[in-house]
Structures are given as C-alpha cells and as structure tokens.
C-alpha cells in the first residue's frame, strides 16, 4: 500500500505543480488563482491539498523511523516547526476566510504575518511538511513531501499577476517593500 500512496501524493503533486506552471507560462489561460470563484472551486482546491497532507500523514506513520534523524531532530525540530505552521496558517485563515484562501476575491492583506512575508501562509505549510518529514523520518513522507513544498514555492509565482491585476498600484508599493517568502 505504501508505493500506492506515494504515486498519489506525487501525481497529485505534479498535477497541481503543472496546473501552477500553466498559470504562470499563460496567465491569460491560469487556473490558479481561479477566474471566476464558483461552488466547485473549493472542491478544486481543497481536496487535492487535504488529500496530500493526508497521505503525507499515512505515510509518515506507515514507514516510521525508516530515515536515521537522531531523536533529538525529530522531536526538538518536527514538533515545533509543526506547531508554529499550524498557529501560522490557521491564524491567517482566520483573518482571510476560507474563500479567499481558496481563491475567491478580498481585500489585499499586508497586515499581520503579511509584513514579513508576501506569502506566510505558504512558508508555514513548508514549515508543517518539513516538519513532520523530520518527526516521523519517512522516507516515503519525504518524497511526497518535497513534492509538496516545490508545489507551495510555485504557487506565488503564478498569483503575484492576478494580485497585481487585482489590487494594481498597491500591491506594486506592498511588493517592493515585503519579500516574497523571508
């Protein structure tokens, strides 16, 4: 069951990355961030992300210890970069709502994490997967995972021109002064 589970998670993964890359080869044609937000769109978008995770989280379970971290890497490293990521991430829905998150139009937010980073969010899921890939050293997870994190590194690639679109000179002025990850 294991080879199953990672060939998902790692075509789910490259189905999402070529959707990304499309989107950034002809953002006149992109599928994310969606054109219209419809009822299907958070089904577009949330299921392929919590199928992931999920499977990350099987497999981390599956294949336990199959990497040689030293215990004090896995608990003193995975546990806290896990942590801070889910207090980053759900802060953030929080404050953005699940709609935006997933692609339908707001306001353009450069308050809270978003004056360090243009993308916190995703930092913070990178932060979650490595972490758990370190805590349950799994190689299987580790592979689906660095799938994953090339998925959240080109995601902002192909959302910066629909913001700029979107939000026009202020996102010029907000994207001048924050970076785009740290």
């Known amino acids: 069951m294991q080879p199953t589970l990672v060939l998902i998670g790692l075509v789910i993964a490259a189905a999402t990355l070529a959707a990304i890359l499309w989107?950034?080869?002809y953002p006149k044609h992109?599928?994310?961030?969606?054109?219209?937000?419809?009822?299907?769109?958070?089904?577009?978008?949330?299921?392929p992300t919590f199928t992931l995770f999920g499977i990350l989280?099987?497999?981390?379970?599956?294949d336990w210890g199959s990497l040689l971290f030293p215990t004090w890497l896995r608990f003193g490293v995975g546990i806290p970069l896990i942590v801070v990521g889910n207090v980053i991430v759900w802060s953030e829905v929080v404050?953005?709502?699940i709609a935006q998150i997933g692609g339908a139009r707001g306001s353009l937010r450069?308050?809270?994490m978003y004056r360090y980073s243009r993308n916190p969010q995703y930092i913070a899921d990178i932060a979650m997967i490595i972490g758990w890939i370190v805590l349950c050293a799994s190689s299987g997870a580790a592979l689906v995972g660095f799938a994953?994190?090339?998925?959240?590194?080109a995601a902002p690639l192909a959302e910066e021109p629909w913001l700029k679109e979107q939000y026009g000179s202020p996102f010029d002025k907000?994207?001048?002064?924050?970076r785009r990850f740290l």
């Open 95 to 97: 404050q953005f709502g």
């Open 110 to 112: 450069t308050g809270g």
């Open 23 to 25: 989107s950034i080869a």
């Open 57 to 62: 989280i099987v497999l981390g379970f599956m």
């Open 148 to 153: 994953g994190i090339a998925v959240l590194i």
């Open 30 to 47: 992109r599928l994310w961030p969606p054109k219209r937000y419809t009822k299907a769109t958070p089904v577009l978008v949330w299921v």
């Open 174 to 178: 907000y994207r001048a002064k924050v």
